[in-house]
């Protein structure tokens, strides 16, 4: 493989993971614009435990998810009292907030960065979002899965048959969170650098427009989103400077015909009546 | 007025709510019998609506006690009291509109399985799983099978609430109260929807029918309750209460009915 298709499909990789991290509460209907901020806390707190204590970094990554998903429990019990504009408001803020600690946190380098001895492999990185792919597979599968729909789709009816709206909203937002610690413990092993600068809003903004731009009805989406946004950029480099007007009129003109994302289940049921007799 | 041989599955008493300051619900008290149909009928703004939505728990009471089966549950979280056997009917039908029918029909099940592991379990790579087949059976039973992998917002109106009802009743339902069940019906949607209910009474649900249509509530509906402003007027057999002069005095020009 060469460096440079390498390096895509790394980028890929992350972009696949962040997408999934931002998807679940969605599904849920909750739009979280912090995402980088528990990328943030994944990257450092498994960084610093490889860095500081030699943790194997296949035990420090698991261990900065579990940390981002536990802020995710504490920070979404409070923060989901919110809806709409102002739950995005407050997530938004949340990333700034997660991101400027790590900017004044000597102890990881501050505004200097952080350097990280340990590498990740591109093959360890593809392996990761395979895995998060299939993780999010199976959980579609399930009546956890079905709940959040049903919450989103009419949270009052979902908590009179029984569905702790509450419940599943906290549940998909600290999932989200971990799924994105994963992430961003593993892009602190691949890249051996980082700094509070790279999770900021931008990146946050981004991922929620793959998995928007994919569509949210089902779990197909945010892998298509994220494909799609990754790929391409790359593939319209033979127009250079162009190449990111023509993907933003690409962006205006899907949004405008398939506002629901790309993919969605109605979609999924057309072809499978074209398949079947 | 109820038939003191028949306990009740719904008892409301000294039932009081207010929205800024109006008094919708002023101390309310009724009982349904259990395993009839019993009708709250008034004219528009009477309060039915808020009874509804008081004993399903949207609301919370400023005054009184509702009690499901002989369970307390005023004070109750709206998403437990299913568990006594309550559930409710929107008067706009909530179902999911992007949902299957038989998905909707899972979610009905929630109540029933609910624990971490029923939330876990990869239900949908199980090919027939128990919960798929009971709600296929539920379906063929009012013979709505064909309708199972449709999507919910595409079909007709009548037939999305009569799956509204199957929802219910695979929550477990046994105390169920509609919001004017028959509106919007065409007459062969209406009479498929009254076999429907005649059916669940006789398996032993209690029904609680707010309605317009009284042909229907006659056909249906053993007794009845009427509210105005919020106050209990009139109640017993609908042929009777239709000769009260209270209730007479309610409808007068505010009501096509006879």
């Known amino acids: 493989m060469s460096g440079y298709l390498t390096g895509v499909l790394v980028v890929l990789a992350f972009n696949v993971i962040a997408a999934y991290a931002v998807y679940l509460p969605l599904a849920a209907g909750q739009l979280n614009l912090g995402i980088a901020g528990f990328m943030a806390i994944g990257a450092y707190a498994s960084a610093f435990l490889t860095n500081e204590y030699g943790v194997s970094m296949w035990l420090a990554i698991p261990v900065g998810s579990l940390l981002a998903g536990l802020m995710g429990v504490v920070i979404g019990i409070p923060v989901l009292r919110t809806h709409g504009i102002y739950l995005a408001m407050a997530t938004f803020a949340l990333g700034q907030v997660i991101a400027a600690v790590f900017l004044n946190l000597e102890v990881v380098g501050g505004a ?9 492999p591109p093959v360890a990185v593809f392996w990761a979002a395979a895995g998060v792919v299939v993780l ?14 049903a919450v989103k ?6 908590d009179l048959l029984g569905v702790s709206v509450r419940g599943m909203q906290v549940a998909a937002f600290a999932l989200g969170a971990a799924v994105a610690g994963f992430g961003g413990g593993f892009y602190a092993h691949h890249f051996n650098f980082i700094e509070a600068q790279h999770f900021n809003v931008l990146l946050s903004v981004f991922t929620v427009l793959y998995v928007l731009f994919g569509g949210t009805q089902t779990v197909w989406g945010p892998l298509v989103g994220a494909t799609f ?12 400077q162009w190449r990111y007007a023509v993907f933003a009129a690409f962006i205006i003109l899907f949004m405008a015909v398939r506002p629901q994302g790309l993919v969605t289940a109605s979609l999924f049921r057309l072809f499978r009546r074209k398949v079947a007799p | 007025m109820t038939d003191a041989a028949t306990p009740s599955a719904l008892s409301i008493s000294g039932l009081s709510k207010s929205f800024a300051g109006v008094r919708a619900i002023r101390d309310l008290s009724f009982e349904v019998p259990k395993g009839r149909a019993t009708a709250l009928i008034g004219p528009n703004g009477a309060g039915k609506t808020t009874v509804f939505n008081l004993v399903s ?8 006690r509702i009690v499901v089966n002989g369970t307390d549950v005023t004070g109750m979280p709206s998403r437990r009291r299913i568990t006594t056997g309550i559930a409710r009917s929107f008067q706009n039908i909530r179902l999911m509109p992007h949902l299957s029918v038989l998905e909707n029909l899972l979610v009905g099940q929630q109540v029933r399985a609910s624990s971490l592991g029923a939330l ?11 919960w798929k087949r009971e709600a296929r059976e539920a379906l063929a039973e009012i013979g709505l099978a064909a309708y199972a992998d449709e999507t919910v917002g595409a079909l007709p109106y009548g037939v999305r609430k009569r799956i509204d009802l ?12 509609l919001d004017e069940p028959a509106a919007g019906l065409n007459p062969s949607e209406t009479n498929a929807l009254r076999d429907h209910l005649k059916a669940l ?9 707010v309605e317009h249509d009284m042909h229907f509530v006659d056909s249906v509906c053993e007794s009845v309750v009427v509210l105005n402003f919020g106050e209990k007027i009139a109640e017993g057999p609908l042929s009777q209460v239709r000769k009260d002069p209270k209730v007479r005095e309610a409808y007068i020009g505010t009501d096509e009915e006879d």
């Open chain 1, 112 to 120: 200097a960065g952080y350097p990280v001895t340990d590498y990740a």
């Open chain 1, 229 to 240: 946004f990754t790929l391409v950029p790359e593939l319209l480099r033979a127009s250079d």
């Open chain 1, 153 to 158: 789709s009419d949270a009052t009816v979902a």
């Open chain 2, 201 to 209: 009474v006789a398996q032993g649900v209690t029904l609680l029918v």
């Open chain 2, 57 to 64: 728990g949207v609301y919370g009471v400023d005054h009184g």
């Open chain 2, 166 to 177: 199957v929802r219910a009743t695979l929550a477990g339902a046994t105390v169920l109260m």
């Open chain 1, 136 to 149: 999010m597979l199976y959980i579609s599968r399930t009546r956890f899965a079905l709940c959040l729909t």
């Open chain 2, 120 to 130: 876990l379990t990869p239900y949908r790579l199980i090919p027939n799983h128990r």
